[in-house]
């Protein structure tokens, strides 16, 4: 890329950034287990260091978070993280991850990642990809949406199985209030801010990152960060699939299909 390109490249990224802080991640709280393989979409990504959730979105490509890196393999088909699966599950290896060109880690802005798979994975009872659609209907406030993963019930230990809770989309300006965020950081458009709209926590933290928010069924954003798991005044928030984002992934997708 020219030096010109990459100029252009970097005002846009910084006309897209806004002051957000990153957070700790994702588990489920106050959720329940889901019934064995009833989200065949669901990918877990796991090393030495620690877990990821995502989320299959074609034969080759999964979206998870751009914080979520290293991972150099997908386990699909999985409820039972200890038990073997073998009938159930596909193991594919990735070869190519590409972040969103406008990834801030400090700022934790724009946390998206497309994840290459060597060879398409077979769709079967228990893995099955989710398509993106052509637009993603953005959840009006009050909204009940659903969040997965495996990561930690809030006992401290991750989940040994899938688990799933719904969450509440609330307004950008509650969530940055001085009662929720005040600002620190600021939850802009790119967004989706969601938690719990009654006396029961209801979240996302450390473990569930890179997971979907589904909302209607539909794909509508991945878990980013968040304040303190559970904490009621500091809810998950989310990446949402706006039109810009749902354009980069579609066009990396085309451009990158030939890459080996």
Same mark, same amino acid.
């Given at each position: ?104 880690? /400090?700022?934790? &802005? ?5 994840? =290459?798979?060597?060879?398409?994975? #077979?769709? %079967?009872?228990?893995? @099955? ?104 005044? /500091?809810?998950? &928030? ?5 039109? =810009?984002?749902?354009?980069?992934? #579609?066009? %990396?997708?085309?451009? @990158?299909?030939?890459?080996?």
């Amino acid at each position: 890329m020219s030096v010109p390109g990459v100029f252009i490249l970097s005002v846009l990224c910084v006309l897209l950034l806004s002051v957000v802080q990153p957070g700790d991640g994702s588990e489920i709280i106050g959720g329940k287990e889901v019934p064995a393989h009833s989200m065949p979409h669901m990918a877990l990504l796991k090393n030495s260091k620690g877990f990821c959730g995502g989320t299959l979105i074609d034969a080759k490509w999964v979206l998870t978070a751009a914080h979520c890196e290293g991972f150099k393999e997908v386990l699909l088909g999985v409820h039972a993280v200890d038990k073997e699966e073998n009938e159930s599950r596909q193991k594919a290896r990735v070869t190519h991850s590409y972040p969103h060109p406008c990834f801030d880690r /400090k700022e934790a &802005v724009n946390d998206l990642m497309l994840l =290459k798979l060597k060879k398409g994975v #077979k769709q %079967t009872k228990t893995v @099955k990809w989710l398509k993106l659609g052509q637009k993603v209907q953005e959840p009006k406030a009050g909204s009940k949406c659903l969040v997965a993963g495996w990561g930690a019930t809030g006992r401290g230990k991750p989940s040994k199985v899938l688990m799933s809770v719904n969450v509440t989309v609330f307004e950008r300006v509650k969530c940055n209030s001085p009662e929720y965020y005040n600002f620190k950081p600021v939850i802009t458009n790119s967004m989706i801010c969601a938690g719990s709209d009654s006396g029961t926590p209801t979240d996302t933290c450390q473990g569930d990152s890179g997971g979907p928010l589904l909302c209607n069924g539909a794909l509508v954003g991945v878990t980013s960060f968040g304040g303190r798991c559970g904490d009621m005044k /500091k809810p998950g &928030v989310y990446s949402f699939l706006s039109e =810009k984002q749902l354009d980069w992934i #579609k066009k %990396t997708m085309k451009k @990158k299909a030939e890459v080996l």
